[in-house]
T-cell receptor, first 113, second 112 residues
Framework: KNQVEQSPQSLIILEGKNCTLQ??????????LRWYKQDTGRGPVSLTI?????NTKSNGRYTATLDADTKQSSLHITASQLSDSASYIC????????????FGTGTRLTIIP | DTEVTQTPKHLVMGMTNKKSLKCEQH?????MYWYKQKAKKPPELMFV???????INESVPSRFSPECPNSSLLNLHLHALQPEDSALYLC???????????FGQGTRLTVV
């Protein structure tokens, strides 16, 4: 059964600090992994997409890593800003008959001044 | 243009009403999706269209009826909904199934 688990469920950090969000997935066959940012009541916005052969990808202050052997991914946010407050969702895409998006339940990040 | 546009942004409807949600993209994407999202939950897939043909229906009740008039448009027709159908309805598109998906801002639906 396809599953994506994220931790922590919620996180509160001070503005300017760094943080790392974790994602474990059991999606097989696996094709790619995505991180989305979702503000409350809005649609998700793509941050990164990585195939199984990629280890790291950056998008501004966001850096995602992927270890396809351990089926783990992380999203590191550097120098957090108040506008980073949102839910961050890890999503895995399968392959070869398993072509569907499996969503994690997200990490709710709150940045406080 | 990397936008997926959904209208309306908010919709309140009675259980006997008929309404439609609309989704539009001009990125030349050939896969389009409808998702339903309840508060504090991840999006749940409802339908997938690939090359304007329905390829996945995740056992969605018939009171939800999708339609893909052309490669840029995706509609979701609503009829005889229940209060528990109240949710954020998200449309997404991707070049093909498996490539990066772009989401619209959603329609907040309230059934009274």
């Amino acid at each position: 059964k396809n599953q994506v688990e994220q931790s922590p469920q919620s996180l509160i950090i001070l503005e300017g600090k760094n943080c790392t969000l974790q994602c474990n997935y059991t999606v097989s066959p696996f094709s790619n992994l995505r991180w989305y940012k979702q503000d409350t009541g809005r649609g998700p916005v793509s941050l990164t997409i990585m195939t199984f052969s990629e280890n790291t990808k950056s998008n501004g202050r966001y850096t995602a890593t992927l270890d396809a052997d351990t089926k783990q991914s992380s999203l590191h946010i550097t120098a957090s800003q108040l506008s980073d407050s949102a839910s961050y969702i890890c999503v895995a895409w399968g392959n070869f008959g398993n072509e569907k998006l499996t969503f994690g339940t997200g990490t709710r990040l709150t940045i406080i001044p | 243009d990397t936008e997926v546009t959904q209208t309306p942004k908010h919709l309140v409807m009675g259980m006997t009403n008929k309404k439609s949600l609309k989704c539009e993209q001009h990125m030349g994407h050939r896969a389009m999706y409808w998702y339903k999202q309840k508060a504090k939950k991840p999006p749940e897939l409802m339908f997938v269209y690939s090359y304007e043909k329905l390829s996945i229906n995740e056992s969605v009740p018939s009171r939800f009826s999708p339609e893909c008039p052309n490669s840029s448009l995706l509609n979701l027709h609503l009829h005889a909904l229940q209060p528990e159908d109240s949710a954020l309805y998200l449309c997404a598109s991707s070049q093909n199934r498996g490539t990066e998906a772009f989401f619209g801002q959603g329609t907040r639906l309230t059934v009274v």
